[in-house]
């Protein structure tokens, strides 16, 4: 098997179709509350309007990746939306 087939038999799917197989985070896991994760940045207590998910270093997506793999919530998916208290800005 050779290719792009190759590739997908062989485990390594392109990040955005492994993510939309991920389990989500959800807001009452335990992390995430630690964390205070919520989908929705707005209702979170971020101290800056503009922190999002989608502009965090940990964030594996981009801004038009609805939920992405996040290196601090591992093996789950986050909102794109979303925000936590680690956020950290992307450079």
């Given at each position: 098997m050779g290719g792009a087939a190759g590739f997908v038999a062989g485990g390594f799917l392109p990040l955005k179709l492994r993510a939309a197989e991920m389990p989500r985070?959800?807001?009452d896991d335990p992390v995430a509350q630690s964390l205070k994760y919520v989908h929705d940045a707005t209702?979170?207590?971020?101290?800056?309007?503009?922190q999002f998910c989608h502009n965090c270093l940990?964030?594996?997506g981009?801004?038009?990746?609805?939920?992405?793999p996040c290196n601090i919530f591992p093996g789950k998916a986050?909102?794109?939306?979303?925000?936590?208290?680690?956020?950290?800005?992307?450079t």
């Open positions: 985070v959800t807001e209702r979170s207590d971020r101290q800056d309007e503009r940990y964030f594996k981009t801004q038009s990746t609805p939920w992405a986050v909102n794109t939306n979303g925000w936590c208290n680690v956020w950290t800005k992307k």
